[in-house]
């Protein structure tokens, strides 16, 4: 595995580890300045983190063509690191919740440079279902230990994943020296950056051709996030907390495993992007009757989505910084948007109409046209 490859799929480990190692112990970081737990406060805490990902993903999306993959990549365990030292060091609600944004901050200096990084090989479509198991496993991994060493130590989680956060930093540096090093005694051609002006950011996050790779990204992520958030308020009463888990776990695991099938099978990324928005529309509507195996089935087709997504945008005719920096913006846009849309949906209409629409909603890409401009020569 080369070095590169390495530092991506060690960092989106544990970079999702540490987001998600902060979830099950949320009320007790947020009553640490208070007597008690306060709802605003956890919500705080949770939001914080997609907020500094949305707000960021673009910008760094365009500092990565400007000044490297590698160290937008690094500059990420840089503030990764530095939100784990706060989070585990601080007390206030309101620093924890800073530190939460920098995490979701170094959240969107990782993922624009690292899938723009992984398009550059030729064997693009593999290495995306690899990242895309290594992502699921860190946040499996980060709410796992977070709850099993919070009897102990209620940051113990934290902690775990701050010290492999920090040790990883060096070793970026490191690698970045070496590379430096490389490039110093070697004669290297220098490279035209573009600047991009508002105007050309817009025509790209709207353009029609892509249109259907955008709501894609957009819809794809926001469902999940709806079914999550909303799924263990139309359970209460139905399933144990238990069974909860299990259908959860079940999401996980089979995203995890269907990133690994569908990277080698070399489909077009146009098949799986549509078979990935089906079975997750169908996954929605199941899970309202049969949790299990609706979960399942959204963790297939979330898990065959995720690879064709970002090898769609890889073909596209841009700097490949910005146009992931585009399809980042519109993943987490979904995740941050479409629950507190659903959440507001529910007084009126009920959680069974608000899956089924969400369902509905997710098809609206499968009308529309597609066309890719330019098929890039992989250059690796």
């Known amino acids: 595995m080369k070095k590169d490859r390495f530092l991506v799929y060690a960092t989106v480990f544990l970079i999702m580890g540490l987001s998600n190692a902060v979830i099950p112990v949320l009320p007790e970081l947020a009553s640490r300045d208070h007597m008690s737990h306060s709802a605003l406060a956890s919500s705080l805490l949770f939001s914080a983190y997609f907020i500094g990902a949305l707000v960021t993903m673009l910008p760094f999306g365009l500092l990565s063509d400007r000044y490297g993959r590698k160290r ?41 440079s690292a899938h723009s ?3 550059e090989y030729r064997e693009k479509s593999r290495f995306f279902g690899e990242f895309n198991f290594l ?41 970045l020296y070496h590379a430096k090093k490389v490039r110093d005694n070697t004669t290297s051609s220098s490279v035209n950056l573009q600047i991009h002006s508002v105007s050309e950011i817009r025509d790209l996050s709207f353009r029609k051709n892509y249109l259907m790779i955008w709501s894609s990204s957009f819809l794809l992520f926001g469902v999940t996030g709806v079914v999550l958030s909303l799924y263990p308020d139309y359970s209460a009463g139905l399933l144990n907390k238990a069974e909860l888990g299990m259908a959860l776990a079940g ?49 297939i087709g979330s898990g065959i989505g995720l690879i064709g997504l970002p090898v769609a945008v890889s073909y596209m005719q841009n700097d490949r910084g910005l146009l992931m920096g585009i399809f ?53």
């Not at 079975?279 to 963790?299: D, H, K, S």
């Open 135 to 175: 992502l699921n496993a860190g946040l499996a991994a980060g709410v796992v230990i977070s709850g099993y060493v919070a009897q102990d130590y209620i940051k113990g989680g934290i902690f775990l994943f701050t010290v492999a956060s920090i040790l990883l930093l060096f070793i970026g540096i490191r690698e």
């Open 251 to 299: 999401m996980y695991a089979s995203s995890m495993i269907t990133t690994l099938i569908a990277g080698r099978l070399r489909l077009h990324y146009g098949i799986m992007i549509r078979s990935g928005v089906i079975l997750a529309a169908l996954g929605t509507i199941l899970a309202v009757y049969y949790p299990i195996y609706g979960f399942i089935l959204i963790g």
């Open 72 to 112: 937008l990549i690094v500059f990420s365990m840089f503030l990764t690191s530095i939100s784990g030292i706060m989070l585990l060091e601080l007390q206030d609600t309101y620093w924890l919740t800073l530190a939460r944004l920098i995490e979701g901050t170094a959240c969107g200096a990782f993922f624009p």
């Open 117 to 119: 990084l992984l398009s």
């Open 328 to 380: 980042n913006t519109y993943t987490y846009a979904g995740m941050g948007f479409m629950p507190i849309i659903a959440g507001a949906l529910v007084p009126e209409m009920g959680f069974r109409m608000v899956f089924f629409f969400c369902s509905l909603a997710l098809c609206l890409p499968l009308l529309m046209k597609n066309r890719v401009e330019s098929e890039r020569k992989v250059q690796i």
